[in-house]
């Protein structure tokens, strides 16, 4: 078991919410102790402790909210769980109902058609939960149920003695209702064992700390959330909390959805544990009692809790919104792989064929839908298409299944799809590169699905004969086309051809100015390494391209690193020549920094439009 683990209270605007609601009930001093368990009697009545914590273990506290107090009825929740657990849930449906009984706590019945205690939050259901516990011997069964409570509190809790032999002195009322459940078969062990462990589990001393870390083990879906061990699977949790919004507030259940909404259990000891599923547990201390049995403050601060922080489960609070972030054709925003001129023209006619569909969010079944109409509504006109998941958060099971079965659909009508899935929330294996995999092909960023989706358009569209500047000669290179015959061969010479393996670095970042570089042959890659491990693109240059043009001209080191993503083969002019042109021959250092300067600004222009939107 966890050490107990000190969780400190965070000042600041969530803690001074949390004292608002507490001062406000503190003016509330209505109600009576319990006092049919003598020692119940026996507390501060006034004592009044308020705690919220997250589901991500934040806990915000407030009053005597280190005070002990004995559990009592909120224990039938967790020993539930456990019997659940232990027995399956089957086994347990055999033994209660989950249905309102409308009655008190403590009422000696039976539904009158099924034999059975009504549900496993009035004392007849919760003294069968105690009986279906494991165990060698009782003090074995009881252990159990004492070390399944710690860990929803993430601590070693304890039984308070006094207030057991108490009860146990004077609890007739809970021993009529466990013979009476022996008589009607539903307890087949000795009745006053289960009474005795049920006294027991009362028993147990919590702080409005402990219960407020219990509640939010069971809004993170059974894991406690500081000490991170699992307490409950998350389909028992689902049960747990559906029997509780239910069944919970005894027959003061349906005021208590209605007007707070959120999953509870009070008990006599004066505490009251709300859960808002996937978000906070909250706790309350006040020991005074309405005529149900729950604390006055206890409810009344929920109540205000709820109000102030929107935390009703049945609150609407917008409508389900569509995940998709942004959309977008491949014309305005491309890849980051620096075009010809003839693929630019092809991809600038043709490119609203291939679109981006950025999501965002979780993808729950609503927002999906929505997702999933918008795209199969355009998906008729496009030859590619991109889903990028890179921003979603949880991908619901329905969710997955969804986008699979798009993949599916579209890949039969001939469009293909690129998945961006960085994190395989969707379970593909990134970068399947059979591109006849039905379920479309996965990157791991936007901009490598882009490029793909350009290639499939460029594929369709380009004319077959279509030139390719694949090799050139320094010649030919865009950046001293523009010069005649004479000054294109003398300008020519100051190069020097180099060729350079793939993969390998053609500069360092930070390296200095060590010349200016033009693309004959093959890609280069300029990228960074990101903080995900990741090498990123910043831009693919090709044959017909240059580099090194800022470190040459204004002297600053490489900012990025420059890698050849091919073979490459490059004309390098040196520095020292570069700069001698500037005394030997003017104009020729003049007519190419023209086409530097042009090519520069359209450089910009691509980077401008494949910014992040
Ligand atoms: N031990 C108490 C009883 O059975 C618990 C009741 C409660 O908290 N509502 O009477």
């Given at each position: 078991?966890?050490?107990?683990?000190?969780?400190?209270?965070?000042?600041?605007?969530?803690?001074?919410?949390?004292?608002?609601?507490?001062?406000?009930?503190?003016a509330?001093?209505?109600?009576?102790?319990?006092?049919?368990?003598?020692?119940?009697?026996?507390?501060?009545?006034?004592?009044?402790?308020?705690?919220?914590?997250?589901?991500?273990?934040?806990?915000?506290?407030?009053?005597?909210?280190?005070?002990?107090?004995?559990?009592?009825?909120?224990?039938?929740p967790?020993?539930?769980?456990?019997?659940?657990?232990?027995?399956?849930?089957?086994?347990v449906?055999?033994?209660?109902?989950?249905?309102?009984?409308?009655?008190?706590?403590?009422?000696?019945?039976?539904d009158?058609?099924?034999?059975?205690?009504?549900?496993?939050?009035?004392?007849?259901?919760?003294?069968?939960?105690?009986?279906?516990i494991?165990?060698?011997?009782?003090?074995?069964?009881?252990?159990?149920?004492?070390?399944?409570?710690?860990?929803?509190?993430?601590r070693?809790?304890t039984?308070?003695?006094?207030?057991?032999?108490?009860?146990?002195?004077?609890?007739?009322?809970?021993?009529?209702?466990?013979?009476?459940?022996?008589?009607?078969?539903?307890?087949?062990?000795?009745?006053?064992?289960a009474?005795?462990?049920?006294?027991?589990?009362?028993?147990?001393?919590?702080?409005?700390?402990?219960?407020?870390?219990?509640?939010?083990?069971?809004?993170?879906?059974g894991?406690?959330?500081?000490?991170?061990?699992?307490?409950?699977?998350?389909?028992?949790?689902?049960q747990?909390?559906?029997?509780?919004?239910?069944?919970?507030?005894?027959?003061?259940?349906?005021?208590?959805?209605?007007?707070?909404?959120?999953p509870?259990?009070?008990?006599?000891?004066?505490?009251?544990?709300?859960?808002?599923?996937g978000?906070?547990?909250?706790?309350?201390?006040?020991?005074?009692?309405?005529?149900?049995?729950?604390?006055?403050?206890?409810?009344?601060a929920?109540?205000?809790?709820?109000?102030?922080?929107?935390?009703?489960?049945?609150?609407?609070?917008?409508?389900?919104?569509?995940?998709?972030?942004?959309?977008?054709?491949?014309?305005q925003?491309?890849?980051?792989?620096?075009?010809?001129?003839?693929?630019?023209?092809?991809?600038?006619?043709?490119?609203?064929?291939?679109?981006?569909?950025?999501?965002?969010?979780?993808?729950?079944?609503?927002?999906?839908?929505?997702?999933?109409?918008?795209?199969?509504?355009?998906?008729?006109?496009?030859?590619?298409?991109v889903?990028?998941?890179h921003?979603?958060?949880?991908?619901?099971?329905?969710?997955?299944?969804?986008?699979?079965?798009?993949?599916?659909?579209?890949?039969?009508?001939?469009?293909?799809?690129?998945?961006?899935?960085?994190?395989?929330?969707?379970?593909h294996?990134?970068?399947?590169?059979?591109?006849?995999?039905?379920?479309?092909?996965?990157?791991?960023?936007?901009?490598?699905?882009?490029?793909?989706?350009?290639?499939?358009?460029?594929?369709?569209?380009?004319?077959?004969?279509a030139?390719?500047?694949?090799?050139?000669?320094?010649?030919?290179?865009?950046?001293?086309a523009?010069?005649?015959?004479?000054?294109?061969?003398?300008?020519?010479?100051?190069?020097?051809?180099?060729?350079?393996?793939?993969?390998?670095?053609?500069?360092?970042?930070?390296?200095?100015?060590?010349g200016?570089?033009?693309?004959?042959e093959?890609?280069?890659?300029?990228?960074?390494?990101?903080?995900?491990?990741?090498?990123?693109?910043?831009?693919?240059?090709?044959?017909?391209?240059?580099?090194?043009?800022?470190?040459?001209?204004?002297?600053?080191?490489?900012?990025?690193?420059?890698?050849?993503?091919?073979?490459?083969?490059?004309?390098?002019?040196?520095?020292?020549?570069?700069?001698?042109?500037?005394?030997?021959?003017?104009?020729?250092?003049?007519?190419?920094?023209?086409?530097?300067a042009?090519?520069?600004?359209?450089?910009?222009?691509?980077?401008?439009?494949?910014?992040?939107?």
């Open positions: 078991m966890a050490q107990a683990l000190a969780a400190i209270s965070r000042p600041g605007v969530v803690a001074g919410i949390v004292d608002d609601v507490y001062r406000l009930c503190l509330e001093r209505s109600g009576e102790l319990a006092d049919y368990i003598p020692e119940l009697a026996a507390v501060q009545p006034d004592s009044f402790a308020l705690c919220l914590a997250t589901a991500d273990g934040q806990i915000y506290g407030t009053g005597d909210d280190t005070t002990s107090f004995t559990i009592q009825s909120i224990s039938k967790f020993t539930y769980a456990l019997a659940l657990a232990d027995r399956g849930p089957a086994a449906a055999d033994r209660m109902d989950v249905e309102p009984s409308g009655e008190p706590f403590n009422e000696i019945s039976l009158p058609v099924t034999e059975r205690p009504r549900n496993p939050m009035i004392n007849a259901g919760a003294i069968t939960a105690a009986s279906l494991d165990g060698r011997d009782p003090a074995e069964r009881f252990d159990r149920i004492v070390r399944c409570y710690s860990r929803f509190a993430g070693e809790l039984m308070n003695e006094a207030v057991y032999a108490s009860e146990a002195r004077t609890g007739y009322r809970n021993r009529a209702i466990g013979y009476m459940l022996r008589s009607f078969g539903i307890i087949d062990s000795d009745p006053d064992e009474v005795d462990r049920y006294f027991r589990q009362c028993s147990v001393d919590v702080t409005c700390r402990d219960l407020a870390v219990m509640a939010a083990t069971l809004a993170n879906n894991v406690n959330p500081l000490s991170r061990e699992r307490a409950l699977s998350a389909a028992l949790t689902e747990v909390l559906s029997v509780m919004t239910t069944c919970g507030m005894y027959n003061a259940a349906g005021d208590w959805v209605t007007t707070v909404g959120l509870a259990k009070s008990g006599v000891g004066g505490g009251i544990l709300a859960v808002l599923p978000q906070i547990g909250i706790a309350v201390y006040s020991p005074r009692l309405d005529a149900h049995g729950n604390s006055v403050r206890g409810v009344a929920c109540r205000e809790l709820s109000r102030r922080l929107e935390l009703h489960f049945l609150h609407v609070t917008r409508a389900a919104r569509t995940a998709i972030r942004s959309e977008y054709t491949v014309t925003v491309p890849s980051r792989l620096r075009r010809s001129t003839d693929e630019m023209a092809v991809l600038a006619e043709h490119g609203h064929r291939a679109r981006v569909y950025e999501l965002h969010g979780d993808l729950l079944f609503a927002g999906a839908e929505r997702a999933v109409r918008i795209i199969e509504e355009q998906a008729g006109e496009l030859a590619a298409l889903v990028d998941l921003r979603v958060g949880e991908v619901s099971a329905i969710a997955v299944r969804m986008l699979n079965g798009l993949e599916a659909e579209l890949a039969a009508t001939g469009c293909q799809v690129a998945i961006v899935d960085p994190d395989g929330k969707l379970g294996t990134v970068s399947s590169l059979d591109p006849t995999d039905p379920r479309g092909r996965v990157f791991v960023d936007r901009d490598t699905a882009t490029e793909w989706c350009e290639n499939i358009v460029l594929a369709e569209y380009r004319p077959a004969d030139p390719t500047c694949t090799s050139l000669s320094v010649e030919d290179h865009p950046a001293l523009a010069l005649g015959p004479v000054e294109c061969s003398r300008l020519a010479t100051e190069f020097e051809i180099r060729t350079i393996a793939r993969g390998e670095i053609v500069a360092e970042r930070g390296s200095t100015r060590s200016l570089y033009l693309i004959l093959g890609r280069v890659r300029i990228g960074f390494d990101g903080a995900d491990g990741r090498n990123h693109r910043l831009v693919t240059l090709s044959a017909g391209m240059s580099f090194g043009e800022i470190p040459m001209l204004v002297g600053t080191p490489f900012v990025n690193e420059v890698r050849a993503e091919t073979a490459l083969r490059l004309a390098v002019l040196p520095p020292a020549r570069f700069d001698r042109l500037t005394d030997q021959a003017p104009h020729l250092k003049l007519a190419l920094l023209e086409r530097l042009a090519n520069a600004y359209a450089q910009m222009d691509a980077a401008v439009r494949g910014g992040d939107y």
